[in-house]
């Protein structure tokens, strides 16, 4: 056999996502053997170079078709393949698929099982549909901004924008599940996904806080959100190599001490300080009301320790602690995710290799795997037009020259 | 008549701790029967707060009702051997099985995946562990503070030379409970085509690491740690600004014409004018400048007025604001996005976040409130595994249920 068979063999997904939310979700599906066609515009928007890094990560193991939406001859083409495909996804606001003739009711005359998964920032009804969005926006509306403040209060928000990842999660789980439903029922369906809906529905816990008990929340800072626990925080480390102001002399253990034998097994291990007998730290209750002056003795023991050492000693004991890791920690000196393999290589197309992230779980049997790097824009026109629609060299020079595809 | 979720007919057993809830009641968001098997005295998520009007009781932990809504309650003695051939009764007639217990603790109560699979091939058993079933650290202890730290995403927020900010909200178990769906999802998809179940080994650390964009791409581009930056998103192109009456986002990725043209007429675009600042690339690399010009332009308005004008020329501005804001939200308001579960025996109805997504043949939906300890334990062992109820009356009496 070629190849071994992997969970989505067989399914076909029509590709209208851009940005980071949308082409997460089918990274996902192309990794387990989807075949994702691509769409998109000659000059994609410059998001960064495609064969390293977070480009590969979100366009590896799919095809790229750069097919001329304005040109009524190109959304023709769109719309053939999407008689051909299982799901098509796009993250637009409603107007865009439906002035393609491209929405789930339209799709639904050539496909009549099609399943079509919009990925819209608001969603596609309600007043605020139109509603212009990005990750970082879409936290700042449901209260992730506001909520990672700094000890003095100034929003810190996340660095990065979580609210794609969990889209792009969200709209993979809704692929999977219309996916299964349709395999038993013979029907496709639409689903309208909303971002902020998306990125709002986890943070469950505090929104019941809010309906439920009427409490406006304050940021929790290093407050366990899992039940009460003291020590609970990051604490500084000692520098691996010593240069000042350089990620070396940045590092940091988080630790969590709960109640009972954790606390005494916690005090065993740094050497039992004769701060830890102060009647002010003897019970859960107090540790946890006199954090402050914990925090501080804690923090005197972690700066003398290397992160990585504190972590094995504690963990030793069975006390939860772990390195704040920063990119070369998980990348390059974990050891844990380097044994599992978590990095996995890929060929460039010049021969050379390079690493990118891998999948967060190990199906036992039938699996997925990363097997090409990201295409380039139109890498794979030829394939998509030729073998998938049938069209002869001719037609397919023929649409090159009418503008309907590029080269 | 309400049409089926779009998981009718699917079985899961929820044998998880309160590490990985989320995974099975996205299942039973959609129709699954989901049962949660829990130690008799009750899950350990019901000791978590917050609890309903501050009173700690395992009934009233609002942590618990967020990731057990949709469920249904067996109590168990896994560590008692008749506790355990229950389980591996129900598990026969099962599709999959979530659990997140140390590791290795499974086989010792009789359920590992050998046997599982033995008593019924078809079944999927799903393994949510901190750090994964194999490696050096697969018997560290860790929380979600832990795992944010280990998984990378916590060092890059806050500002370069203070301590990070954590991430809100246990971001580390959703995103892995996130992972688990999805990967039972494309397990039950394989099966259709094999018949045989598949175990899955799922590490939450690298659920976290997978769910920070920028990191690992950072280090494989440039073999550098992303840095922390403040408000400033790693992009450039976003970053908090503060109003006469609060936060704002401002984003620089709309039309910038338009954009410049508004903070022209308002006297304060500077030298934002320079035609430079129309190439993308260039504010990418005078982020910091641009910023600090518009920071200065929104000061002195106010925010609502300031948002609304935006959206209307189509820039991706965002109010920063508060959770309790989802509430009045008009957009979520008008897609229903809270929903009244009624939980009778306290005779209120509670308003719960709803869907993250909106199925138009085979909806999302609240099909029953979250369950009192053991509430289905009776039904379920006499409805399902037709136990005698001398056999029940036993089993209760010495604490297997």
Redesign the interface.
Known sequence: MATA?????GVRILDFTWV?AGP?ATR?LAD?GAEVVKVERKVPP?L??RK??????LHRDKLSVALNMQHPRGIELARAIAAKSDVVMDNFSARVMRSWGMD?ESLCAVKPDIICISMSG??H?????S????G???Q????????????DG?????????A???GG??????A??????R??TG????????Q???V??????????????G???SP???A????P?AP???Y?CRALKGDE?S?DDDR???I?VRGGSEWRRFVTTIGSPSWASDPGFRTLYLRMRNSAALDANVSRWTAAQSAEDAMITL?RA???????????????R????R??G??PTVSTTKGAT???????????????DVRTIAPEVGENTDYVLGELLGLGRAERESLIAAGAVWP | MTQPG??A?LRVLDLTG??AQ?CAR?LAD?GADVIKIEPPAGD?AR????F???LPHRDRS??F???NLNKRSLTLDLNDSRGGAIALELARSADVVIESFPVGTLDKMGLG?DTLHRENPALVLCSIAP??Q?????D?????????????M??????P???????????AY???A??????V??????R???S?G??????M???T???????????????????????L??SRF?R?GKCRDG???H?T??DWTSLIEWVKSDGKAGDLEAPEYHQ??YRFLMAEHLFDVLDDWVKDYPREELIERA?LL??????????????D????A??G??VEVEHPELGRK?????????????PWRVSRRPPLVGEHTGEILRDELAMAPEALAALFAEKVI
């Not at chain 1, 509603?131 to 990005?134: A, C, F």
């Not at chain 1, 999660?169 to 809704?174: E, F, H, I, M």
């Not at chain 1, 990118?356 to 190990?362: A, D, L, Q, R, S």
């Not at chain 2, 030379?161 to 971001?171: D, E, H, I, S, T």
Request: with cysteine; proline share 6%; aromatic share 12%.
């Open positions: 068979a992997m969970p989505l063999d980071v997460v996902i387990h410059p960064g170079n390293l890094g977070l480009q590969c990560d789930y608001l969603g009804t309600g007043p605020l549909s509603y212009v969005s990005y970082p926006t879409l700042a509306l449901t209260g992730y901004t506001l909520l990672m403040a700094e000890p100034t929003p810190a928000g996340y660095g990065y924008s979580y794609d990842m969990c999660y969200t709209g993979a789980l809704a999977l599940v219309a996916l299964w439903n395999r038993r029907r496709g369906q639409f689903v309208d996904l909303s902020l809906e998306a709002a529905s986890v943070i469950g816990p505090a929104l019941l806080d809010i309906s439920v008990n409490r406006t929340q929790p800072g290093y366990s959100g899992e039940g626990a609970h925080g990051v500084k102001g990620a940091w253990i988080a969590v963990q069975g006390i939860a602690a772990g390195v704040v890791q920063n990119g070369i920690d998980i990348c390059a974990d050891p844990q995710l044994e599992r978590f990095w390079t690493q990118v992230t891998g999948i967060p779980f190990k199906l036992s049997g039938v699996s997925g | 779009a998981l007919g309160h590490r989320l996205l959609m350990d000791r978590i707060g917050p309903l009007d501050d609002l942590f009702w967020f990731y995946w750090f994964g194999t490696g050096p650290y697969r560290f202890n860790a929380d979600d503070t832990v795992l944010s730290a280990m998984g990378g916590l060092y890059v927020n806050g500002s030379g203070r301590q990070p900010v954590r991430p809100l909200g246990l971001q959703h995103s892995s996130y992972f688990g769906a999805i990967a999802m494309l397990a039950l998809l394989a259709d085509a094999t045989e598949q175990w899955i080994d799922l590490s650390q690298e659920a690491a997978a769910a920070v964009e920028h990191v690992a791409g950072g280090y494989f581009e440039r073999h550098e740690a992303e840095p922390r930056r403040g408000t998103h790693w976003f908090v936060y704002i986002m984003c990725l709309g993308v690339m959206q189509r820039q991706p501005y965002a109010s920063v604001r508060p959770p309790e804001a989802l509430f939200d008009e957009q979520l008008a897609r996005f809270f509670f308003r719960y976040p709803g869907a993250p997504y909106l199925f138009g043949g085979t």
